[in-house]
């Protein structure tokens, strides 16, 4: 099973948005809605952030949301903070394989 | 409140065994609604889920192909905890070791990570 692919990186100015991809197969991404995105700040554990595509947490912003399309998630952040700046990386269950990771987008707040 | 406390040494020698615990409060390792999951994070390969323990009238376990001759992940009912074992471990093994809860499709809550370096 190989990683989902997401850009190495993304940017953008507080207050402005920034969306990342995440893309699998039908396999993955396209076969179920079971994908999620987690914030990975350095040396702290990874944060659930979305849950089932589009779903999320209590306590997490109405500032992250997500989709799909096909065999693509995405994540999108809108009116970005300083704090938003980390590692974002997607998940989806992938059936007999279970879980597979993307390869991860690291966010910078300019 | 959920949390999860890993423990287990930092150093282990190439071929030897890698082993880590990850100690349960505020929820049961034996729970019939949720998995107990391990996930490793290193610089050249990003986050990789390693496998899971879970239990459904009885213990399963599933693990991810490309560790699947080498990992061991076990309930341990008694201390509420549960464990990994990597076997034959190389250089590429090192990484940033997570436990994690699986509450269906999503982890959402992990353990504070250990990081876990292959070198004699």
């Known amino acids: 099973q190989s990683a989902l692919t997401q850009p190495p990186s993304a940017s953008g100015s507080p207050g402005q948005s920034v969306t990342i991809s995440c893309t699998g197969t039908s396999s993955d991404v396209g076969g179920y809605n079971y994908v999620s995105w987690y914030q990975h700040h350095p040396g702290k554990a990874p944060k659930l952030m979305i849950y089932e595509v589009y779903k999320r947490p209590s306590g997490v912003p109405d500032r992250f949301s997500g989709s799909k399309s096909g065999n693509t998630a995405s994540l999108t952040v809108s009116g970005l903070q300083a704090e938003d700046e980390a590692d974002y990386y997607c998940?989806?269950?992938?059936?007999?394989?279970?879980?597979?990771f993307g390869t991860g987008t690291k966010v910078t707040v300019l | 409140q959920i949390q999860l406390q890993q423990s287990g040494p930092g150093l282990v020698k190439p071929s030897q065994t890698l082993s880590l615990t990850c100690a349960i409060s505020?929820?049961?390792?034996?729970?019939?609604?949720?998995?107990w999951n391990w996930i490793r994070k290193s610089p050249s390969r990003g986050l990789e889920w390693l496998g899971r323990t879970y239990y459904r009238s009885r213990w399963y376990n599933d693990y991810a192909v490309f560790v699947n001759s080498r990992i061991t992940v076990n309930p341990d009912t008694s201390k509420n905890q549960f464990s990994l074992q990597l076997n034959s471990v190389t250089p590429e093994d090192t990484a940033v070791y997570y436990c994690?809860?699986?509450?269906?499709?999503?982890?959402?809550?992990w353990g504070q990570g250990t990081l876990v370096t292959v070198s004699s």
């Open positions: 994690a809860r699986d509450s269906g499709y999503l982890l959402d809550y």
């Open positions: 998940n989806s269950y992938a059936g007999g394989a279970l879980y597979v």
């Open positions: 505020g929820d049961s390792v034996s729970s019939n609604s949720v998995a």
